[in-house]
């Protein structure tokens, strides 16, 4: 079956360092791949999505991920995070099972970033 | 205006209770999707309906069922309660489901269950 696998589950920062946060999955076919953000106490947004063409996509916010297809990846990152950057980072996949049918929309656990000011 | 809402934002019951959680979008979307988030934060789609088919069904017992009485709404039910139901569930939708695979999903804020 196909998973999405975030490794980092907590990640704790001071403004203005580097962020990268890793995304993984294990499909061979065709996939589009997103990263949704939840700020403390709202719902989750979109953050930005990668569906095919230059496989650096950049997002709101400042953030940007990198597709890199033979390495299965799409890793997040921004050159200088902020306070305002608290929240819980989720890396989905949506791709179409092997026996067929509809898209299974798949999430990674998520990674809980704290900045600290 | 919240353009997908779900009613309760909190929900604390005994084992056995039957419950349900209703969304609403007003996004104008043909899908919608409930999703179960547990302790781990694992994020878990459980159902998916397109205009008020079911589309996804993804091994929940059948102690849920979801029901969409219009495309703009889709509720989940809940009978039997069991404390491993104990999670945050979230509604969500998107555009059309004829291109799913690049349709971005728009998320409520959350029902979190507790069973006690």
């Known amino acids: 079956a196909q998973s999405v696998s975030q490794h980092n589950h907590h990640v704790i920062l001071s403004e203005a360092a580097s962020l990268e946060l890793g995304c993984n999955y294990s499909y061979g076919g065709t996939v589009n791949l997103f990263w949704y953000v939840q700020y403390p106490g709202q719902h989750l947004q979109l953050l930005l999505k990668?569906?095919?063409?230059?496989?650096l996509v950049k997002g709101i916010k400042g953030f940007e991920a990198e597709f890199i297809k033979s390495k299965f990846s799409f890793n997040l990152r921004k050159p200088s995070v902020q306070w305002s950057d608290t929240a819980e980072y989720f890396c989905a996949v949506t791709l179409q099972p092997a026996s067929g049918g509809s898209y299974i929309p798949t999430f990674g656990r998520g990674t809980s970033l704290i900045v600290h000011p | 205006d919240t353009a997908v809402s779900q009613t309760p934002k909190y929900l604390v019951t005994q084992m056995g209770n039957d419950k349900s959680i209703k969304c609403e979008q007003n996004l104008g979307h043909d899908t919608m999707y409930w999703y179960k988030q547990d302790s781990k934060k694992f994020l878990k789609i459980m159902f998916s309906?397109?205009?008020?088919?079911?589309?996804i069904n993804e091994t929940v017992p059948n102690r849920f069922s979801p029901k969409s009485p219009d495309k703009a709404h889709l509720n989940l039910h809940i009978n039997s309660l069991e404390l491993g139901d104990s999670a945050v569930y979230f509604c969500?939708?998107?555009?059309?489901?004829?291109?799913?695979?690049?349709?971005?999903?728009?998320f409520g804020a959350g029902t979190r269950l507790s069973v006690l």
């Open positions: 309906y397109n205009n008020k088919e079911l589309i």
């Open positions: 990668y569906f095919s063409g230059d496989p």
């Open positions: 969500a939708s998107s555009q059309s489901a004829a291109h799913l695979t690049k349709n971005i999903q728009y």
